[in-house]
């Protein structure tokens, strides 16, 4: 499946200065399948070795971190030959080999010219930072499939084209906002991860086979993520972690207008009710990227940071698929977009994830007494306030107070409407598919 983080691959491969590159990203959204065909399409040959799989491969990092040396020794073990200047090495499940990680460093400063490209779990390699090369490699984020790619991955290439080309001054007929509305609420329930979107694509003509199909795969892949958890968190943090990212479908749940509320922490542990006591296991969950968080300001200056409290912020699922799967959702509830206030969060959790996979690394939500902006965005040095409605109904006081008081360029929403762009008014307003296309131009 076509990725959008190709063309980075390509600006890395050609890039002066390159160093090792470290792929980095949730387990399940396609890293070794994307960089095995980097190597297809962009290099003469690629050379591919599985630390987890190929634990001679582990002992030859073991003696010295010589990159030729090492190169010699692959050579046998591939029985090929490296070509430096023309080949595509792969690493891959790089923190089951630390030694492996290490070596990253002298192959930066010793052998630059050879295209190396690593990919890793998160979890592992958030536990290897003695070893870890900082400033000796190039990073790059991988994110689960945003709408544009699972459009692209099912062959819609009409709509791609039409939401790719959208502008200022573009509309879009009503014909085609149902058909990309429809498209919308298939990707709610498969979210962005390969493998389930690869599920979907292959029985898509059947519509009710497809999607029991893609929830099966779902509660599989839930369960990797368990086993992962429990692997690199050690067996107290693990129920503990469990518990929390288990709990993000319910505590939204609790909200009763369909805006995500400020994470509670008691309740989810027994005996524990603050944030110090649970601040390794957000940590934890962050850093592995299976939560989006968005911390919440009560004040708007840049550097918006600055603001912060760090007991005071929402918590997204990675993946919107995921979160059905977890909530238990029913497939048909939204396909029908019948499934009450919890519309709301959905809605919010597709917004954040799309504002992450466009590049976004930070998110923020404004609240001040009764007033709330579900995301500030931040751009040419101007504070841009999005407020999130899952339908039809787009009252926006909490805009107006906002603007109000900060007075920023323009006021946006997300909603179930088409693109309206009103200029005089400064009311953008955007339907909720065309969030990764946010802010156009």
């Known amino acids: 499946m076509k990725r959008l983080i190709n063309q980075n691959l390509k600006k890395w491969k050609h890039k002066k200065n390159r160093k090792p590159l470290i792929l980095k990203g949730v387990r399940q959204t396609g890293k070794t399948y994307t960089l095995k065909e980097f190597g297809k399409t962009e290099y003469s040959s690629f050379h591919y070795l599985n630390f987890e799989e190929n634990k001679k491969a582990v002992a030859l990092f073991k003696d010295n971190f010589n990159p030729k040396r090492i190169l010699t020794d692959l050579s046998f073990l591939f029985d090929k030959t490296i070509d430096i200047k023309n080949d595509l090495l792969i690493f891959d499940e790089i923190q089951a080999c630390p030694e492996a990680?290490?070596?990253?460093?002298?192959?930066?400063?010793?052998?630059?010219?050879?295209?190396?490209?690593?990919?890793?779990?998160?979890?592992?390699?958030?536990?290897?930072?003695?070893?870890?090369?900082?400033?000796?490699?190039?990073?790059?984020?991988?994110?689960?499939?945003?709408?544009?790619?699972?459009?692209?991955?099912?062959?819609?290439?009409?709509?791609?084209?039409?939401?790719?080309?959208?502008?200022?001054?573009?509309?879009?007929?009503?014909?085609?906002?149902?058909?990309?509305?429809?498209?919308?609420?298939?990707?709610?329930?498969?979210?962005?991860?390969?493998?389930?979107?690869?599920?979907?694509?292959?029985?898509?003509?059947?519509?009710?086979?497809?999607l029991t199909l893609v929830r099966e795969k779902q509660n599989e892949l839930i369960f990797g993520y368990y086993s992962d958890i429990a692997k690199h968190s050690g067996?107290?943090?693990?129920?503990?972690?469990?518990?929390?990212?288990?709990?993000?479908?319910?505590?939204l749940a609790q909200s009763e207008?369909?805006?995500?509320?400020?994470?509670?922490?008691?309740?989810?542990?027994?005996?524990?009710?603050?944030?110090?006591?649970?601040?390794?296991?957000?940590?934890?969950?962050?850093?592995?990227e299976l939560v989006i968080k968005a911390p919440i300001i009560e004040h708007v200056e840049l550097p918006l940071t600055a603001y912060t409290e760090e007991s005071r912020f929402k918590l997204y699922m990675f993946d919107v698929g995921i979160l059905g799967a977890l909530a238990d959702l029913p497939v048909k509830s939204i396909l029908d977009y019948d499934y009450g206030t919890y519309k709301?969060?959905?809605?919010?959790?597709?917004?954040?994830?799309?504002?992450?996979?466009?590049?976004?690394?930070?998110?923020?939500?404004?609240?001040?007494?009764?007033s709330e902006i579900e995301?500030?965005?931040?751009?040419?040095?101007?504070?841009?306030?999005?407020?999130?409605?899952?339908?039809?109904?787009?009252?926006?006081?909490s805009l107006n107070k906002y603007a109000e008081k900060y007075q920023p360029p323009y006021r946006t929403i997300f909603s179930a409407k088409t693109l309206h762009i009103d200029k005089l008014h400064a009311y953008h307003q955007y339907p909720l598919y065309m969030a990764y296309w946010f802010p156009l131009e």
Request: overall charge neutral; aromatic content about 12%.
């Open 344 to 370: 709301g969060y959905y809605a919010e959790n597709f917004v954040a994830q799309e504002f992450t996979a466009a590049g976004v690394s930070h998110l923020y939500s404004w609240q001040e007494n009764r």
């Open 235 to 251: 067996k107290v943090n693990a129920m503990h972690i469990d518990r929390v990212w288990r709990s993000i479908p319910s505590q």
């Open 101 to 210: 990680l290490t070596s990253l460093k002298y192959f930066a400063e010793n052998l630059p010219e050879l295209s190396l490209c690593c990919a890793g779990s998160l979890l592992g390699l958030s536990l290897n930072e003695t070893s870890f090369p900082v400033g000796k490699v190039d990073l790059l984020h991988m994110h689960p499939m945003c709408f544009a790619e699972f459009l692209e991955a099912i062959n819609d290439s009409k709509s791609i084209t039409i939401l790719n080309d959208c502008t200022l001054k573009s509309s879009i007929s009503e014909i085609v906002h149902e058909h990309l509305w429809q498209q919308f609420k298939i990707y709610l329930v498969t979210g962005g991860l390969p493998e389930v979107v690869q599920t979907y694509s292959e029985k898509k003509d059947n519509l009710h086979t497809a």
């Open 375 to 397: 995301f500030l965005r931040v751009k040419d040095s101007a504070t841009l306030p999005i407020e999130v409605k899952s339908g039809w109904v787009t009252r926006n006081q």
């Open 257 to 288: 207008d369909g805006s995500a509320k400020r994470f509670q922490f008691k309740g989810i542990i027994p005996g524990i009710d603050r944030y110090q006591r649970l601040a390794n296991v957000f940590d934890w969950l962050i850093s592995a």
